[in-house]
């Protein structure tokens, strides 16, 4: 099971850091920026076959795919923003996290409005 | 793939610190810097191929 061998990573990986947290602050933060993306990419894979299932019943549906990619394009900027945030976060530099944050909110909401303005005009028609 | 790079960067860590202890004792802490450098150097390396692989996938998968 994926989820045995990441929670065996994660605490292998807290155990050596801890370990060179006295001499190396450095290379701990190295160490769990590596385990970090070392989960991340295992986990990808999962989201690809999410993903892939997704698509197939997008199809079936007739929904055009147009808004379903821009969904899934929000989804990764989710994942990689959150990633990035907490990372500087764990640096220690939280004002920058929250840049990051900020930003991945601003494109979110730019990639969005293609969405909203469709859904406002199939209200408009709807009102008599 | 995970594991055993898990292992090389802690042990890079591990050498690093005791080779420091070692120059610091020597009275060659100037090296003992570098070495750090060396090593923090080393271990970016691997950092930003990972990190490529890691934008690479998600590229694929979120088709960005």
Known sequence: MVILQIVGIAIL????????????PELAFLLSLITGLIILILVLDQVGVVIDLLNQLAEKAEIDLIYFNTIIKI????????????ITRDSGETALASKIEMAAKIIIMILAIPIMLSLIETIIKLIP | MDISLIFKIAGIGILISIFNIILTQAEKEEQAQVLTIAGVIIVLMVVIQLIGDLFNDVRTVFKF
């Open chain 1, 13 to 24: 990986a807290g155990i050596l850091i801890i370990v060179i947290k006295q001499e190396k």
């Open chain 1, 75 to 86: 989804i990764g900027i989710a994942y990689i923003g959150e990633f990035g945030a907490e």
